[in-house]
């Protein structure tokens, strides 16, 4: 009786799962580009671009789009090297400055994950030196009058990734720089620096951009006991294949890094940078310096990765670099209120409603820049990845050319 009872049992569990294996199971595909983009159209940003570096509206141009993951636009313009006549390349590594900010955010949060700090603990708890923040209040340190007042709350570590901590760009009387220094100094060492600089306001309660993303570089080399250019390699360029993404260039790549160009005024010529550390700290040797805010320089394929790994909920190249949940949350806003009509996530801007009347940018997409005239777009929902580098710094454009590419790829879609 046992035995026909359990025969009867295997025969019944067989053919469930004999029905189990013959249900199809709905398979979502993502409609082939030609399907959801007029690719013709899209070479109507030959002529933008020619006609902009003709104009000297940008000195060079590499322009970069990808659909579901694969290039449908991919096209270098003007001159590399003007002085000697040089090309522009596709592979040609730019100074990514501010676009850095993503990279150390999809570091740090690496850390996140592994359940080594919270986003809402103090930075204090990890960074003493940040233990008494005081705001500014009125007054110059030139003109010895500088007035503050103590801070009410603590910088948290959120604060720090979407810029409402109340850390800014004004250096004040500390020796700060933005991007690099002339002096050999440690990423500690700067960010003790930046600790003494006055907020702008009470921790979370504005919107300041500033040197948050270099505190939170410092604060990942705490937590992970790792130089941030080795954590970095380890847990973003490496998983991402950004084989071209650098602090400091390695000797054999140095002829690829295009020359950073000025032109303060409309009609002034074109020529190259006057300051002399933004056309070449890239090339510096042995810098114990590593700015995650602003010190990454790369080229736009290997960007294009990260951008991605964003839309693809965390996966690149079937390797899980974060999870879909904290993708989900770093592509949130996390200002909470704190400033009207904008949204900031985790190390990039979330573009609003008004944003789409304005501009096209699909609500929801993914955007920041750089100094250098970086920019980037990530677009879930229509799984676009839209990139546009140049090189200039103290540059009087007269046209917005990142907006008028936008609308030509987005006039493109069906």
Known sequence: MKRSLFTLTLVCLFAFVDGLQAVELP????????????????????????????????P???????????????????????????????????????QTK??????????????LFNLEDPLKKYLPEFSTPVVYVSGSVVDNNLVTRPAVGDITIRQLLC??????????????????????????????????????????????????????????EVLSGKRLDSLIKERVLDPLKMK???????????????????????????????????????????????GGGAGLCGTIEDYSHLCQMIIDHGVFNRKNILSRKTIE?????????????????????????????????TPGSLCWGGDYGTYYMIDPKNRLVILLYTNKVSWNEGEDIWGAYLRMIYMSLK
Do not use: W
């Open 244 to 290: 071209d993404t650098y602090f400091y260039l390695p000797v054999k790549k140095i002829n690829r890094l295009v020359p950073v160009y000025q032109k303060p005024e409309l009609g002034v010529p074109t020529a190259l940078a006057a300051d002399s550390l933004d056309r070449f700290y890239p090339l510096a040797q042995n810098q114990l310096y590593f």
């Open 102 to 115: 993503l990279v150390t955010t999809v570091a740090l949060l690496s850390l996140y994950e592994q359940g």
């Open 27 to 58: 398979v979502f595909k993502v409609p082939a580009a030609r399907d959801v983009i007029n690719l013709s159209q899209l070479r109507k940003i030959d002529r933008l671009m020619e006609q902009a570096v003709a104009n000297e509206v940008l």
């Open 60 to 98: 060079s141009a590499v322009c970069y789009v990808t659909y579901d993951g694969k290039p449908i636009y991919y096209k270098a313009f003007g001159l590399a090297d003007r002085e000697n006549d040089e090309p522009l390349k596709k592979d040609a590594i730019f100074r990514n400055a501010s």
């Open 329 to 361: 949350q770093m592509c949130s806003d996390q200002l909470f209120g704190c400033q009207d009509n904008y949204k900031f996530g985790l190390g990039l801007e979330i573009s609003t409603e008004e944003a789409f009347a304005r501009t096209m940018k």
């Open 163 to 220: 810029h409402s901590s109340g850390i800014g760009y004004d250096v004040y009387d500390q020796n700060v720089q933005r991007i690099h220094y002339s002096e050999q100094i440690t990423t500690e060492e700067a960010v003790k620096r930046i600790a003494k600089l006055p907020l702008k306001h009470d921790p979370g309660k504005g919107f300041t951009y500033g040197f948050g993303l270099d505190v939170a570089g410092r604060l990942a």
